[in-house]
């Protein structure tokens, strides 16, 4: 049940992460995902914990993990970007509800009281649950989502937006803005033993279509209003009472994890910018 599990805030880059809490997650998270190489990801990135602004900890009774939500501010095309760069979900607590329980918790108990406001959320994922939850997202909120696999018509602005963060997220990548796909940029390549999702699904279907196994789909969510403080604080609780009244499509698999090579200051130049002193101009 998902009133089992209690969630904790941590803040790496603000307070650190000491190595026996970050040992211990590392650990936790490839004993509740075991259909997942999740030992294997982090050999390729060891310090991957520590880069997120904050992380989302929900933890069992036992204080085993149940879930994991992972997110850093970047800045895009002048606006605040939220980049969603972890969510999983341990295999016993799939369709729990906890993956809505832990957006709840982003979106009423973290985010109001983050010095930004997100314009953008950013995921990039092999995941098709991932991208049925964004759409879900942006029909309550009222937001654009990139790219648009229903119909294979990307709105012009968005595929704009969508190479800018591309730029921001995986400088040294190649990204076809037409489908979304972010090549060879999947830590380790075969994170995955095969896409998730039910065989026959149109999502699915784009998924296997435009994706080998080391890409990733870039998404990008637009949401309104967060220029006025009363619209955001509105779209924030009309999404926590849809998340809390299950609105918010559940998920079978371990949701999504992103597994891109560390940030450097070479490629195309967005990964190496100063984002605390751009978002702080930014702040509401």
């Not at 997100?118 to 990139?146: C, D, E």
Request: with cysteine; aromatic share 8%.
């Amino acid at each position: 049940n998902v009133t089992d599990a209690s969630i904790e805030v941590v803040r790496p880059r603000q307070n650190g992460l000491n190595a026996a809490c970050e040992h211990d997650l590392q650990n936790s998270l490839a004993d509740a995902v075991p259909d997942l190489r999740i030992e294997e990801m982090f050999r390729w990135r060891p310090g991957l914990l520590r880069t997120y602004d904050h992380l989302l900890v929900a933890r069992a009774p036992n204080g085993t993990i149940a879930g994991v939500l992972g997110c850093t501010w970047r800045a895009c095309a002048q606006l605040s970007l939220l980049h969603v760069g972890i969510h999983m979900i341990a295999s016993q607590y799939r369709r729990s509800g906890l993956f809505s329980e832990l957006w709840r918790h982003e979106i009423t108990e973290v985010l109001p009281r983050e010095p930004y406001r997100p314009s953008l959320v950013g995921v990039k994922t092999y995941n098709p649950i991932v991208y049925r939850a964004m759409q879900t997202f942006a029909r309550l909120a009222g937001g654009q989502l990139y790219p648009d696999v229903d119909t294979n018509k990307q709105d012009p602005e968005l595929v704009k937006l969508a190479t800018q963060a591309s730029m921001v997220l995986a400088p040294e990548h190649a990204f076809d803005a037409t489908t979304g796909a972010l090549r060879a940029v999947g830590m380790p390549p075969d994170l995955y033993q095969d896409i998730p999702g039910i065989e026959g699904q149109p999502v699915r279907q784009y998924f296997q279509r435009h994706l080998n196994p080391g890409d990733r789909l870039l998404c990008l969510l637009r949401f309104p209003g967060f220029d006025d403080p009363a619209g955001a604080h509105q779209l924030f609780s009309s999404l926590a009472v849809a998340l809390r009244y299950g609105r918010q499509q559940p998920s079978r698999s371990p949701v999504t994890i992103d597994s891109e090579p560390a940030m450097s200051n070479r490629g195309r130049g967005g990964a190496g910018m100063d984002t605390t002193k751009f978002l702080a101009a930014q702040a509401p």
